[in-house]
């Protein structure tokens, strides 16, 4: 097969534009040894992570950080759930009932599985409590201590009684006890006298009567004292009777749970704290009679009595917040949803005949809580977009603790009395999944964030494409199809790894952006049942490439028809002076294309050098301004060591209304400009892109792929003429990736793709002429296109200095600088 070549400038292979993958090697032994573990492409990341989770220092946590699709959580989750394999269970976490201030629930820390224990252990001691203490205040023994107590203190106020009524009988009165007390009544012959008996006495007989009263009063008071204290220590004895009843009833219980936990100090303080609670609130068991004789307990929907006394016993219920009994070494939380509760827990609340109440069985953990002792992993947005979320969570890395507190009393919105729990003590890896833009955000506007996430894990798209990284890669690939679906063939896979390649738009790279991979594989899967196929051929993963373009190049349809149809004037064929088709690329959601447009230049007699007329119309870019400003860099180097440059040249994208940026078309503007100075016509049928510095040295540019095939698109829709062609950059033919269909056309001859590396190279290739070389004496070769140039440079630069000096032209500069003076 034979290449057109111009000169010495031979085009490229279609093995130079796209690199291939053997099928032959990925043979399923070949896979099969490819499956070493780990995240292709990652090595950095995964050391990174690695360290981190090794450093069991405060303050080194960890941020993930790279495009999304990579598989950076499936990265995190193999790291994590292998170090949390081999490290100890964390402890179990409980709230219970402070009786010494109940607004404040005690934290009490249990090896893991022990505080289910005690839960249901203080749970059986208080349904034994509330069943054992009412049969025991119904015994006979009790209702006989009672009786005797009782007794007692009733024989001492009727001999009490007796006493002051004799006293009272001879000092003239009788005693009546009333509700109001003891009255004195006056007695004349055995008779009662009413008030207005006593009224009708003479006053001598009242005097001595009153005075009796006064006598008898004093004895009235000192009785009532003696039975109050009497009463006193009957109710004392009663309690502690009572005290003593109940211990016998339950203290053998409590002393049976409190030697399971000898060994831990703040529970057996906190049974203690149940017995002598259960003691001080005996009339709550003893009222409990439903509950003892086996009856329903009320709910709320019962009596409010009876619904608040059910409540009143939840003060003796252990809340396990951190239940680690079933875990298997340290636990591995991703909370989806980090909003402020669900990460530091919550203190809900019910609905009680109108009122929202609270209690410890109420406390919730949140995410913390449940990573405690392991690792928590969370996507930063979700963190930063929800409401204090951020704050809560860098407080409780940096005091080492979580505070459950409502959101209400973080803002200081809250007036009502909660629950205030005691802080839990935190040892926990935080591991944040993000784009590196927001890592950079935060850590520039955070001076927390830089102490609290030391290390920093960076995901990268590509990885260097070699064998090994080619079956590394089919076999991620081949993982992903589904167990139960048709499995692809060598073909296939060697095609999807060609795939990544072109998404990453370099043939020594490759894209691990399994996410793609991942929708990719799907549609060929669907494309494969579609034909019926027991297994993925590497016709349905073309299939679904080609489906992915199809169904996103509308608009890229819409300016191939325009094309077509003459509306955009692209014509890939002739010459044509001063005018050249340059290479775009559309960036779109979803697609990019490229589509050429045509470079014209004019050039004529000034001071103005090269004007942008895009940017003058205000839509070149800063960038695109740059590479036209080259090009006057370019210039003088070239042709004005001899010579002032007298010139003045406007360059532009024709029929473009959108804005132009980037400098890959400074190549063919450069070109469009030496051909319109050397008057030589440039081949109309080979497109260009291409960067260029001042010393007329080609650069890469980016998109070449899209540039090459949307340029082919074009000439394919206008007709293949079998002349058409691209020039790029040769620093580019890495990056080579192209579509089938191109390379099928550059290897049948009926397209072209051509590598340069000056501005020289390129001119030969679309003129046919020879560049030329300027010789020690300062001059190049006749007949090249730099002579012509430089020639017509010259005669411009003899033009204008003849124009200065003529009459005119001096009467023209003395009235400007009149008009300037004025």
């Given at each position: ?49 690695n ?5 069991r ?137 009413s ?14 009567l ?17 039975m109050?204290?009497?009463e ?27 030697d ?64 680690n ?75 080492g ?40 955000l ?14 920093r ?38 095609l ?169 078309a400074?190549?063919a ?16 049928a ?6 260029v ?11 070449v ?13 206008l ?33 072209h793709?051509?590598?340069?590396r ?6 030969e ?47 023209n ?10």
């Amino acid at each position: 097969m034979s290449k057109r070549s111009h000169g010495a400038h031979p085009e490229l292979t279609a093995d130079q534009v796209r690199r291939r993958c053997d099928p032959a090697a990925l043979s399923a032994l070949a896979l099969s040894d490819a499956l070493g573990g780990g995240i292709l492409g990652q090595d950095r990341a995964l050391s990174a992570i690695n360290l981190g989770v090794s450093l069991r220092e405060r303050g080194f946590n960890i941020f993930v950080a790279g495009p999304p699709g990579l598989g950076k959580m499936t990265a995190v989750r193999q790291v994590l759930d292998r170090e949390s394999a081999v490290r100890p269970t964390p402890d179990d976490w409980c709230y219970v009932h402070n009786f010494v201030d109940p607004v404040h629930p005690r934290a009490l820390q249990l090896p893991a599985g022990q505080g289910r224990m005690l839960r249901d252990g203080v749970r059986n001691l208080i349904a034994a409590a509330r069943r054992e203490i009412p049969r025991a205040f119904e015994s006979e023994e009790y209702i006989a201590g009672v009786e005797t107590i009782m007794n007692e203190m009733n024989r001492r106020r009727e001999q009490g009684l007796a006493d002051l009524g004799a006293r009272a009988k001879a000092q003239g009165f009788l005693l009546r006890v009333t509700p109001m007390g003891i009255a004195l009544v006056p007695v004349i012959q055995n008779q009662p006298l009413s008030e207005e008996d006593y009224t009708q006495l003479p006053a001598e007989v009242r005097a001595s009567l009153d005075l009796s009263r006064a006598k008898l009063e004093v004895d009235v008071r000192a009785f009532m004292k003696g039975m109050r204290a009497v009463e006193r220590d009957t109710r004392e004895r009663l309690e502690a009777q009572d005290r003593e009843v109940a211990l016998h009833a339950v203290g053998g219980l409590v002393e049976d749970l409190a030697d399971d936990y000898t060994d831990q100090a703040e529970v057996s303080a906190y049974l203690a704290d149940v017995r002598e609670g259960i003691l001080a609130e005996i009339g709550l068991f003893r009222s409990n009679h439903a509950h003892a004789h086996g009856g329903p307990s009320p709910t709320s929907g019962g009596e409010p009595g009876l619904l608040m006394q059910e409540r009143a016993f939840r003060r003796y219920e252990v809340n396990v917040v951190v239940d680690n009994g079933d875990t298997i070494g340290a636990p591995v939380v991703v909370e989806s949803n980090p909003t402020y509760p669900n990460l530091i827990g919550r203190i809900e609340r019910e609905a009680i005949f109108g009122a929202l109440l609270t209690d410890l069985t109420l406390i919730r953990p949140g995410a913390l809580h449940r990573a405690n002792g392991g690792f928590l992993v969370l996507r930063v947005e979700d963190v930063l977009r929800a409401p204090l979320t951020w704050g809560a969570l860098e407080r409780s890395l940096r005091e080492g603790a979580v505070v459950i507190e409502d959101a209400g009393e973080a803002f200081g919105l809250s007036s009502a009395r909660g629950l205030q729990p005691d802080p839990i003590p935190l040892d926990i890896k935080v591991v944040l999944v993000g784009d590196p833009s927001t890592f950079n955000l935060v850590h520039s506007l955070d001076p927390d964030f830089r102490q609290l996430f030391k290390v920093r894990a960076d995901f990268d798209s590509i990885t260097a494409r070699t064998p090994e990284a080619e079956a590394a890669f089919a076999a991620t690939a081949s993982t992903y199809f589904r167990p139960d679906g048709p499995q692809p063939t060598p073909p296939a896979l060697a095609l999807l790894v060609e795939e990544s390649s072109r998404m990453a738009d370099d043939q020594q790279k490759l894209a691990v952006h399994f996410g793609r991979l991942i929708e990719l594989i799907r549609e060929a899967e669907h494309w494969s049942a579609v034909a019926g196929s027991s297994e993925v051929r590497e016709d349905d993963v073309r299939r679904a490439v080609e489906q992915r373009i199809y169904r996103s190049a509308l608009i890229q349809e819409r300016l191939r028809e325009m094309i077509q149809r003459g509306i955009l004037l692209i014509r890939p064929e002739g010459s044509a002076v001063g005018q050249v088709h340059g290479l775009a690329v559309v960036g779109l959601t979803d697609l990019q294309f490229g589509h050429p447009s045509r470079i014209t230049a004019t050039v004529g007699l000034g001071r103005e050098g090269v004007i942008d007329i895009d940017r003058q119309a205000e839509l070149g870019g800063h960038i695109h301004t740059k590479g036209v400003l080259i090009l006057s860099g370019y210039l003088a180097d070239t042709y004005a060591q001899d010579k002032p440059l007298a010139l003045t040249a406007r360059l532009v994208f024709e029929q473009t209304y959108d804005g132009v940026e980037g400098d890959s078309a400074s190549l063919a503007e450069l070109l469009a400009l030496l051909s319109r100075l050397a008057d030589v016509s440039l081949d109309q049928a080979i497109a260009v892109t291409g960067s260029v510095n001042q010393r007329g040295e080609v650069q890469a540019v980016g998109g070449v792929n899209q540039k090459i095939e949307g340029y082919f698109d074009a000439c394919r829709a206008l007709g293949m003429s079998g002349k058409q062609g691209v020039i790029l950059p040769a620093s580019n033919v890495e990056n080579l990736m192209l579509r089938e269909d191109v390379v099928a056309a550059i290897a049948d001859g009926t397209f072209h793709v051509h590598a340069v590396r000056t501005v020289d190279e390129a001119l030969e290739i679309l003129t046919g002429q020879s560049a030329g070389t300027r010789s020690p004496g300062g001059e190049f070769p006749l007949g090249t296109v730099h002579r012509r140039v430089d020639d017509r440079l010259r005669s411009f630069a003899d033009a204008l200095r003849g124009f200065d000096a003529s009459p005119t032209s001096r009467q023209n500069g003395k009235m400007r600088e009149a008009h300037t003076a004025r």
